[in-house]
C-alpha cells in the first residue's frame, strides 16, 4: 500500500462521518493510520489519527484508546485547533464534559476565533448567558448580577404545574 492509499482511506473515513456510518468511518481511519506505521512514515498524519479517535467515540467506543489517540495528535501539534475540536467530542461522549471544556479553552488560547472550537464550546457550555451580554462574562458586574440572578432562581418556589386540560390528553 502507499502513502496514497493512507489519504485515500482517510477521505473515505472523513465521508462516512459525514454521512453516519461510524463504523465504516473506524474502519477506514483505522487503516490510514496502520498503511502510515507499516510504511514507517517519518511524519505521519496525526489529523488521520484525531479523526480515528473520533470515529471511534461516534461509533459508540468512547474509551481510553479514543481519548488516547486524540490527545496523541493534540500533545504532538499542539497548534491545530480541529484537533482540540476532536477531543473535546470525545471527552463529551465519555461523560468527562468539565474536561472537554477544559481543552476547547485551550484550544481557543491557541485559536481564538476558530468556528468549531466555539460552536462546540457553545454547545458543551452548560452556564447561562451573562446578565448583560455586552460585557465579558468576567467583568464585575456580570459576576455581581449572575450571583443575584442565581439566588433569586434558587429562592424562587417552583411554580405549580397547571392540570392538564382533558382536550390535551390523547384519548384512543
Not at 471527552?91 to 466555539?118: F, I, Q, W
Request: hydrophobic fraction near 40%; glycine fraction near 4%; proline fraction near 7%.
Amino acid at each position: 500500500m502507499t502513502i496514497l492509499s493512507a489519504r485515500n482511506h482517510f477521505k473515505s473515513g472523513l465521508m462516512a462521518i459525514v454521512e453516519g456510518r461510524h463504523e465504516d468511518a473506524v474502519r477506514e481511519l483505522r487503516a490510514a493510520v496502520e498503511v502510515e506505521r507499516d510504511r514507517h512514515v517519518r511524519h505521519p498524519q496525526l489529523r488521520y489519527l484525531s479523526y480515528y479517535g473520533l470515529s471511534l467515540a461516534l461509533a459508540n467506543r468512547a474509551g481510553a484508546e479514543a481519548i488516547r489517540a486524540c490527545e496523541t495528535a493534540v500533545r504532538r501539534e499542539p497548534e491545530q485547533p480541529e484537533y482540540y475540536v476532536n477531543l473535546a467530542r470525545v471527552l463529551a461522549r465519555a461523560g468527562r464534559a468539565t474536561r472537554a471544556l477544559e481543552t476547547l479553552e485551550r484550544g481557543l488560547r491557541v485559536a481564538p476565533r476558530h468556528r468549531g472550537l466555539l460552536a462546540e464550546r457553545s454547545r458543551l457550555d452548560r452556564r447561562r448567558r451573562p446578565p448583560l451580554p455586552m460585557l465579558d462574562r468576567a467583568h464585575p458586574l456580570n459576576r455581581v448580577f449572575g450571583r443575584l440572578r442565581a439566588r433569586w432562581v434558587l429562592s424562587a418556589p417552583a411554580a405549580p404545574r397547571p392540570e392538564p386540560e382533558l382536550s390535551d390528553l390523547e384519548i384512543d
